[in-house]
């Protein structure tokens, strides 16, 4: 059993952080691990407030963690604040972490600003040379660049800028674009492109939560990079096309489709 860590905001929707990150583990085929950096409450309507955790708190659940289990991947989420970010950047150099997967979270979909702008430098300079992948959407790299991007080419120049500060690979999500939804690898020498349709649906609460763990689930399990980043593509487009019309306002996607499939559970969605 491989075993994969995610280091995350809680959501006590349950769709997104912490909560979408351990159902794909488990859905993807590894064992999940948790290191909390704040409790937010939130719900599908948007995020009403946040408590951030002791950065000391912080450094005890890594070390919790990586003193007893093996961890095989890591994927980092919610990081608001400058000493949450050095933390952790402290801890995973300390262990000598692999296979990280670095999800720079900086506003929720209801527009509720989750990284303090004043950490976001720190987030760049500190975690982006830990990670194997990171996993921006278009929002996120314009933050990182400064550049606006509407075009593919766009996406392209703004994956080398991001590729610039350290990651090994960027992966540059086109969900926001208006005309297409391809999204861009880069590995410092070549791009390569997943394109899916785009699926009519208001619920996609937790997306980007969900496929940057089951990128790192995969890599956990041992796939390559492009590998890992397409069997997540391939989950995260099952989930979001059967999505949960939970809630009032934007529901979660399926984590466990395909396992409730083959269990002969259907539910109405």
Not at 96 to 115: E, F, I, T
Not at 160 to 178: D, S
Request: negative net charge; proline residues 3%; contains cysteine.
């Amino acid at each position: 059993m491989k075993k994969a860590l995610t280091i995350a905001g809680s959501d006590s929707s349950g769709g997104a952080g912490i909560q979408a990150d351990l159902k794909a583990f488990a859905a993807n085929g590894v064992f999940g691990m948790s290191v909390i950096t704040a409790v937010t409450a939130q719900n599908t309507q948007g995020v009403f407030a946040v408590q951030d955790i002791d950065p000391a708190v912080i450094a005890k659940q890594i070390e919790a963690v990586f003193e007893d289990i093996a961890v095989d991947a890591v994927k980092i989420g919610m990081v608001s604040q400058i000493e949450t970010i050095e933390t952790i950047a402290a801890g995973l150099k300390k262990y000598q972490a692999r296979n990280v997967v670095v999800d720079p979270v900086m506003v929720s979909k209801s527009g509720y600003h989750l990284l303090n702008p004043a950490a976001e430098s720190k987030l760049t300079a500190l975690l982006l040379p830990l990670a194997t992948v990171v996993t921006p959407n278009i929002p996120e790299a314009e933050v990182i660049t400064g550049m606006k991007i509407t075009s593919l080419k766009d996406m392209e120049e703004a994956a080398k800028m991001i590729h610039r500060f350290g990651p090994q690979n960027v992966l540059l999500k086109g969900g926001h674009r208006a005309d297409d939804a391809t999204d861009i690898l880069f590995d410092g020498n070549t791009f390569r492109y997943f394109s899916s349709p785009r699926i009519a649906t208001a619920n996609t609460h937790g997306t980007g939560c969900t496929l940057s763990a089951a990128i790192a689930a995969n890599l956990a399990r041992g796939y390559a990079v492009y590998d890992a980043v397409a069997l997540a593509k391939e989950y995260i487009t099952t989930a979001i096309a059967h999505a949960l019309a939970i809630g009032k306002g934007v529901g979660p996607t399926h984590h466990f489709y395909d396992l409730y499939k083959k269990a002969g559970v259907f539910i109405d969605e």
